[in-house]
């Protein structure tokens, strides 16, 4: 045992590279992510291949007419050489290689008041144009999304003789656009911005009155 120690780990130390790039990178064609700058020198008995990118690259080259094919990660490599002397060097070219510690990140979603408002949110409404002879009224407006579905219930103050109503809202949002509905056939049309904490809408009865409205996130 003592004496193969020593054996194994030399070996150990030789094939840790490439065993690195076997389990690192993917280098066939279909794998290619671009193209890179390559180096490659020989000083002794040690060839050293250099490349522009961190990221795993594949080196096509030559060495006095035999071609070779050479993997590089982190930018650098070198190996034993066991050829002639002093070999003509040609590369043929350079490419960029899908590499394992260099995941492409997932593009993010667009921000949204969809993604912003998932659950309940609350809002202060100050409206115009309807009733108490086109003077501003407020609102009480609860918003339940999940995901584009959109309920709630929604409380105004329509006059002394009416008092406050309340009904509920069923609707949808889609990116930044609130549609919805009230149990009394009202529409409501709003295009709410990203911060989602104030939009401006527009509430129209089935008779064609409408009104102008603010509302602000609680």
């Not at 193209?35 to 250099?50: K, M, N, P």
């Not at 795993?56 to 071609?67: F, K, L, M, T």
């Not at 609130?178 to 009202?186: H, V, W």
Request: glycine share 8%.
């Amino acid at each position: 045992m003592k004496l193969n120690l020593p054996v194994v780990i030399v070996f150990a130390l030789c094939a840790s590279p490439l065993l690195n790039a076997q389990t690192r990178c993917a280098c066939t064609y279909k794998d290619w992510q671009g193209d890179c700058s390559a180096q490659v020198s020989l000083a002794g008995d040690r060839i050293t291949f250099e490349v522009d990118t961190q990221q795993c690259s594949r080196i096509d080259w030559y060495a006095s007419g035999e071609p070779k094919v050479t993997i590089v990660t982190d930018g650098k490599e070198s190996e034993l050489w066991t050829g002639q002397a002093t070999p003509e060097i040609t590369v043929q070219s350079c490419k960029i290689c899908k590499d394992r510690n260099f995941q492409t990140p997932k593009p993010k979603r667009p921000e949204t008041a969809q993604n912003k408002l998932q659950g309940t949110s609350h809002w202060t409404g100050l409206c115009s144009g309807i009733y108490n002879n086109g003077a501003r009224f407020k609102v009480d407006l609860t918003l339940e999304i999940a995901n584009t579905a959109v309920s709630g219930a929604l409380s105004y103050f329509e006059g002394e003789d009416v008092g406050t109503l309340t009904t509920e809202v069923s609707g949808t949002l889609s990116g930044n656009d609130l549609n919805y509905t009230t149990g009394y056939n009202s529409r409501h049309w709003a295009t709410i911005p990203p911060s989602a904490t104030v939009f401006d809408e527009d509430w129209c009865h089935a008779n064609g009155t409408c009104a102008d409205c603010t509302y602000y996130r609680d």
